[in-house]
T-cell receptor
Framework: GQQVMQIPQYQHVQEGEDFTTYCNSS?????IQWYKQRPGGHPVFLIQ?????EVKKQKRLTFQFGEAKKNSSLHITATQTTDVGTYFC?????????FGTGTRLTVIP | DSGVTQTPKHLITATGQRVTLRCSPR?????VYWYQQSLDQGLQFLIH???????AKGNILERFSAQQFPDLHSELNLSSLELGDSALYFC?????????????FGPGTRLTVT
């Protein structure tokens, strides 16, 4: 079945440092979505990437979709304490989303 | 506030019991998805309904079942509960049923089986 893996599982960074999480799929994806889940909260949609090689930016967040549409990354520049949470990627397939394993980000003030 | 409501917020029950979790999607959304999130785990897809019909099934146990009603709210039924069923259960809604629309998550129901 379709699998979406994320690395790293955990990441601790000093406030102001950059952070990157990587998402890899065993199959080609139609598109990929990214979600953020704050501690104690529910996942919140961040963005969707559709095209091969697509790059999108949201303020300090940069999202990339690989050329082969099998991997993606989320990069946060100059992390802030408000960036704390778990970041999930999710690939589309068979009428549902396959969520990655998530990367839990801790930001040390 | 995502516009998706889930009840109850918390549920504590004993092994062997049966519970029903309820979800109301955002106004206008036809799809409802159910997910299970155990402690420090990812989101495990359980089942997807679109406009009253089952669209996709994930790793949902036979002890679990779901349905979506004509008013589009959905219920997830968990029976013969085991300790390992303790988890956070999220429902999410989206407009279409193809899986490539953003999903709006409810606040979740935390189930504790003792």
């Amino acid at each position: 079945g379709q699998q979406v893996m994320q690395i790293p599982q955990y990441q601790h960074v000093q406030e102001g440092e950059d952070f990157t999480t990587y998402c890899n799929s065993s199959t080609t994806l139609s598109n990929i979505q990214w979600y953020k889940q704050r501690p104690g909260g529910h996942p919140v949609f961040l963005i969707q990437l559709v095209k091969s090689g697509e790059v999108k930016k949201q303020k300090r967040l940069t999202f990339q979709f690989g050329e082969a549409k099998k991997n993606s990354s989320l990069h946060i520049t100059a992390t802030q304490t408000t960036d704390v949470g778990t970041y999930f990627c999710a690939g589309t397939g068979a009428n549902n989303l396959f969520f990655g394993t998530g990367t839990r980000l801790t930001v040390i003030p | 506030d995502s516009g998706v409501t889930q009840t109850p917020k918390h549920l504590i029950t004993a092994t062997g019991q049966r519970v029903t979790l309820r979800c109301s999607p955002r106004s206008g959304d036809l799809s409802v998805y159910w997910y299970q999130q155990s402690l420090d785990q990812g989101l495990q897809f359980l089942i997807h309904y679109y406009n009253g019909e089952e669209r996709a099934k994930g790793n949902i146990l036979e002890r679990f079942s779901a349905q979506q009603f004509p008013d589009l709210h959905s219920e997830l039924n968990l029976s013969s509960l085991e300790l390992g069923d303790s988890a956070l259960y999220f429902c999410a809604s989206s407009f279409r049923g193809s899986g490539d629309y953003e999903q709006y998550f409810g606040p979740g129901t935390r189930l504790t089986v003792t």
